[in-house]
C-alpha cells in the first residue's frame, strides 16, 4: 500500500512554550479541540510525566476513542505521537514542530499513514487535513487565550 502525507499551518500569538505545554497536556484537549473530542484523558504517562515519550493519550467520546502514543518530546519546540488504535490506519505519525516567531508561533502539523482498507487512503487523505487543520487553528486559538480564560491546563 502506499504512503499518505497531509499537513497544517496555524500561527498564534503566544508563546512556544504556552502553545507546546498545551498541546502536550491529553486532559486538556477537550477543551481546544472540537466538538469530536469530548473526553480527553491519560491511559498512560511518559518520561517525562506525564506527556513525554511513551505516554498514552485517549481521545473522543463513549464508545470510540482514539489511542495515541507520544513518540518525540522536546518542549517547547517539538512533539510527535502515532496513532496505536481508533482510526481505519496503519503506520501513523504526526509531527507538531513550533517555531518561534517575532509575535508568536508557528505551528506545523504534519502526517503520514498507510490505510488500512484498501482504496480509502484518498479519503483519510482529506479527513486527517480538515481534522489536523481545526486542530492547529483552535490550538492556535486557544493558546492566545488569558491563562484564566483557559480550563485545566496545567503550567
Not at 42 to 59: A, Q, T
Amino acid at each position: 500500500m502506499s504512503e499518505y502525507t497531509f499537513a497544517a499551518e496555524a500561527t498564534s500569538a503566544a508563546s512556544p512554550d504556552t502553545v507546546f505545554a498545551i498541546l502536550a497536556d491529553a486532559t486538556g484537549w477537550k477543551h481546544w479541540a472540537g466538538w469530536f473530542v469530548r473526553e480527553s484523558f491519560w491511559e498512560r504517562e511518559g518520561m517525562p510525566p506525564p506527556g513525554g515519550v511513551g505516554s498514552i493519550r485517549k481521545v473522543g467520546a463513549r464508545p470510540v476513542y482514539g489511542r495515541e502514543e507520544t513518540v518525540e518530546y522536546d518542549p517547547p519546540t517539538r512533539f510527535a505521537y502515532r496513532i496505536l488504535s481508533g482510526q481505519p490506519v496503519k503506520s501513523y505519525r504526526a509531527d507538531v514542530v513550533l517555531t518561534p516567531t517575532d509575535t508568536g508561533t508557528r505551528i506545523r502539523w504534519s502526517g503520514r499513514f498507510e490505510p488500512s482498507i484498501p482504496g480509502t487512503g484518498t479519503f483519510m487523505r482529506w479527513y486527517f487535513q480538515r481534522l489536523v487543520t481545526g486542530f492547529a487553528r483552535r490550538l492556535a486559538a486557544y493558546a492566545e487565550r488569558p491563562r484564566t480564560e483557559r480550563s485545566a491546563i496545567p503550567m
